[in-house]
């Protein structure tokens, strides 16, 4: 949901609380102002025929519909000014109304007469429809009102903040420049601005020290590495008994194991930082033929039944460099966990690419096997960054990546997003 629009429903929200609740005081008000002025009417109407009879007036001239006037017996008492509250039948419509009734009456010379006068008044339910009825017009004039105005004004007043999003979301670490935003006179969106720059200042500073450091470290540490396998490659070449050459072995192993880790290392940051682009589509049915073609001499040295089903012209928008990572990590990790006499099974389609091998169950939990340097086999070889590499690729491709084991078989699929 939009923020203006989360901004409008609280806005219509709290209005529509605010509306009711005025609704109520306005009725009590109107309800309580009526009475009010029909009270001092009615007493007023009372005054005014006690005046008229005192001046000679006749009764039949003055009483009529809503006036009342006979007269009372000399001695009785005077009957002070009231008002009541009561209930006449009303006869064109043939029930009950709610009528107001002022009673009072005076002695004139050697006359005692009783006035009174009434008057109908609205019910409560008519008033309090007519109430209810200008009430929801005036909401539904203010839902027009906002809703049209929120639109017109939001795309003024957040123009900077969209474009502030829109920058933040085309940011990357690679570009040259810190990044530009709109001006602003608002407190908010020019705090939030200073230190969105800043911020990305720092991450794009920081960001080509440790890219400098490890391009150096991975480069600095070649070289002794070199030196140090063709040291043991010379001493390999002398006259040596079996217990130097294991140790002399095991070293150059080291070595090579090191070698891999660094690459690994190094392959990993860069696909942390998003250094690899995908331009244009690569026919991925085509190189994942190629790939398993160039392990065959590993899958027959190990005796293992590859089955593929590679559906052909399957293009996927992905860098060529890690395409050819991706299928040679999972090739690889599919040899090393097999055993002899077992068997590969590849499987690509447009939804995504499955990698089958029999083996040993994993060692560890599922869900560490994508860690750094976890492997499901402690006694292998493997350095332990496979299929971290693999999932680093899918998660900077948008692919899915899964793993199970069931039935002596490990399936790793991969989900392409969205399908080709």
Not at 84 to 102: G, M, S, V
Not at 129 to 134: E, F, Q
Request: glycine share 2%; charged share 20%.
């Amino acid at each position: 949901m939009k923020l203006i629009d989360r901004f409008t429903l609280w806005y219509l929200f709290i209005s529509a609380i605010v509306l009711v609740i005025g609704g109520m005081l306005v009725f009590n008000s109107v309800q309580n102002e009526i009475l009010a002025e029909e009270d001092r009417r009615l007493r007023d109407t009372v005054k005014l025929i006690a005046r008229s009879l005192e001046a000679g007036t006749e009764i039949d001239d003055i009483a009529g519909h809503q006036v009342a006037i006979h007269e009372l017996a000399q001695t009785a008492s005077l009957i002070p000014m009231h008002v009541t509250d009561t209930l006449a039948w009303f006869a064109p419509h043939q029930h009950y109304e709610r009528e107001l009734r002022a009673t009072a009456s005076y002695k004139f010379k050697d006359k005692h007469y009783f006035i009174s006068a009434s008057n109908l008044i609205a019910e409560s339910d008519d008033l309090l429809k007519g109430v209810s009825n200008s009430l929801w017009w005036t909401f539904l004039l203010l839902l027009l009102v906002v809703g049209i105005s929120s639109r017109l004004i939001s795309n003024w007043v957040l123009k900077p903040f969209q474009n502030t999003l829109q920058v933040i979301q085309s940011f990357h670490l690679k570009q040259q420049h810190p990044i530009e935003l709109m001006p602003t006179t608002t407190r908010e969106f020019k705090t939030l601005n200073q230190f969105l720059k800043k911020m990305t200042t720092k991450a794009l500073e920081d960001y080509r020290s440790l890219k400098e450091f490890s391009e150096n470290a991975s480069h600095e540490l070649q070289t002794p590495l070199a030196i140090i396998r063709g040291k043991l490659e010379l001493l390999m070449d002398q006259t040596i008994d079996d217990n130097q050459a294991r140790l002399i072995l095991e070293a150059h192993n080291a070595v090579d194991k090191l070698s891999k880790i660094n690459k690994s290392l190094t392959l990993l940051t860069k696909l942390e930082n998003q250094e690899f682009e995908a331009i244009h589509p690569i026919n991925f049915s085509k190189l994942t033929e190629d790939t398993l073609q160039s392990f065959d001499e590993l899958v027959e040295m190990k005796s293992l039944a590859l089955e593929k089903q590679i559906e052909p012209n399957i293009h996927l928008t992905l860098n060529p460099e890690l395409a050819i990572i991706l299928l040679n990590n999972l090739l690889a990790n599919a040899i090393r966990h097999n055993h002899e006499n077992g068997s590969i099974r590849v499987i690509l389609s447009s939804a995504g690419l499955t990698v089958q091998n029999t083996g040993n169950p994993p060692e560890m939990p599922i869900e560490q096997l994508f860690e750094r340097f976890k492997k499901s086999n402690q006694s292998s070889d493997s350095i332990g960054l496979g299929l971290s590499i693999v999932k680093q690729i899918c998660e900077l491709n948008y692919f899915k990546v899964n793993y199970r084991y069931q039935d002596q078989l490990h399936t790793l699929d991969i989900v392409f997003y969205p399908p080709v």
